[in-house]
C-alpha cells in the first residue's frame, strides 16, 4: 500500500480494537493497517485460516501493535460471535468495527442462477447483519463505531453487478438505520463507497485491462484510487473528528459515479469537459 502523510496524530486510536472482516486482504488489510498505524491492536476476520493468520503477522510485524487472524465465515453468524469472543478476551474491548468482506463477480441476470444471486447477498448484506448483530453489545460498551465497505454501482444501474447492486444497497440501508438506531446510545454507524480503486484482487479480477484506460478517462479526477485513500477516509470516519458523523455515506470515488454512466450514456468523459475542452462549446 502506497501511504501519504497522515494528517492524525500517531497515537489517535491508542488503546483502542478493532475487528475487521475481510482485513486479510484488499483494501480491508490497508484500512487495518492504517488504523494500527495510529496505535490501536486489531483482530482480522476471513475465510482462509492461514492467509488470515499471515496477514495478522505481517500486520504486527509492519505496525509494532498487535494482530491477531481469525478464520470464519460472515455467513454464519455463531463464527462471528466466537471471533468476538475471542477478540474481548484477547484485548479485553472492541471500538471499531469494519464490515468489510465481500463477495463479486461478473454475470448477465440470464447467467445468474438463485444460488449464485443468494450467495452475494449473503455475503455482503447478511453478512454485515451477521457482523452488526455479533458486535453491537461490545460497541455500546465503548461508545464505538461501525463502518461498512459498500460501493457505488447501485447508484446507477450497473450492468452484470444486479446480484452485488441489490446486495449493496441493502448494505446501505442497514448501516442507515444502526446509525439511527444507536446514536442514542453512542455508537456511530457509516458507510464508506469506494469507487475504482487500484492494486485490489477484485478490481484486477473484474475489470478488462483493455477496458482501464477508457474507465480512467470517465472519472473527474482522471486516475483510480489508491487503496491509501479508503484507508484515510476510514481513519478519518473513527476519528474524534468524525464524532458528529452518523448515518451517512462518504463516497471516494474521483467523483466518477457521476459521469460514469451519465455522461453522454457512454461511459466516458468526453474531451470537451478536459481542460481546453471548453474551445468546443464556444462555438455554441
Ligand atoms: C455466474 C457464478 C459465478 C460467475 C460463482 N457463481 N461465480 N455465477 N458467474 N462468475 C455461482 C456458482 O455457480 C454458484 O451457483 C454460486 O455462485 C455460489 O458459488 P460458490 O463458488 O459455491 O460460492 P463460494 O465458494 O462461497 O464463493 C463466493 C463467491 C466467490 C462470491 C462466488 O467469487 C468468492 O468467494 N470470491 C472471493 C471474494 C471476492 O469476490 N472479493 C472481491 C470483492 S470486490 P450454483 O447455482 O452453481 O450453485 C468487490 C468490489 C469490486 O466487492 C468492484 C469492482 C467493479
Excluded at 500486520?59 to 501493535?65: E, H, I, N
Excluded at 455515506?249 to 474521483?254: A, H, N
Aim: proline letters at 4%; a positive charge; aromatic letters at 8%.
Amino acid at each position: 500500500m502506497s501511504s501519504t502523510v497522515s494528517v492524525f496524530k500517531p497515537d489517535v486510536f491508542a488503546g483502542k480494537v478493532a475487528f475487521v472482516t475481510g482485513g486479510g486482504s484488499g483494501i480491508c488489510y490497508g484500512i487495518v493497517k492504517q488504523l494500527m498505524a495510529h496505535g490501536c491492536n486489531a483482530a482480522i476476520f476471513g475465510r482462509r485460516q492461514k492467509n488470515i493468520e499471515d496477514a495478522a503477522a505481517a500486520l504486527s510485524k509492519d505496525t509494532g501493535k498487535k494482530c491477531i487472524g481469525i478464520s470464519g465465515d460472515v455467513r454464519k453468524l455463531d463464527t462471528l460471535q466466537e471471533a468476538i469472543k475471542r477478540t474481548v478476551a484477547e484485548f479485553g474491548r472492541i471500538d471499531f468495527v469494519v464490515a468489510g468482506a465481500a463477495g463479486n463477480f461478473l454475470s448477465p441476470l440470464a447467467g445468474l442462477s438463485a444460488n449464485a444471486f443468494k450467495t452475494v447477498l449473503e455475503i455482503d448484506t447478511l453478512g454485515t447483519y451477521h457482523t452488526f448483530k455479533a458486535t453491537i453489545d461490545e460497541l455500546c460498551k465503548t461508545k464505538g463505531s461501525i463502518l461498512a465497505i459498500s460501493a457505488t454501482l447501485h447508484y446507477t444501474a450497473t450492468p452484470l453487478q444486479a446480484h452485488v447492486s441489490a446486495a449493496k444497497a441493502g448494505v446501505d440501508a442497514l448501516i442507515k438505520v444502526i446509525g439511527v438506531e444507536y446514536g442514542p446510545r453512542g455508537v456511530r454507524a457509516n458507510i464508506i463507497a469506494p469507487g475504482p480503486i487500484a492494486g485490489t484482487e477484485g478490481m484486477d479480477r473484474l475489470m478488462p485491462k483493455e477496458l482501464v484506460a477508457e474507465h480512467t478517462r470517465a472519472i473527474p479526477l482522471q486516475t483510480y484510487g489508491s487503496i491509501d485513500d479508503i484507508a484515510q477516509a476510514a481513519t478519518f470516519l473513527f476519528s474524534p473528528g468524525a464524532k458528529y458523523i452518523t448515518a451517512t455515506t462518504l463516497v471516494v470515488d474521483g467523483g466518477s459515479w457521476h459521469t460514469s454512466q451519465s455522461v453522454g450514456g457512454s461511459g466516458v468523459y468526453p474531451d470537451a469537459f478536459l481542460p481546453g475542452g471548453e474551445k468546443a462549446f464556444s462555438k455554441l
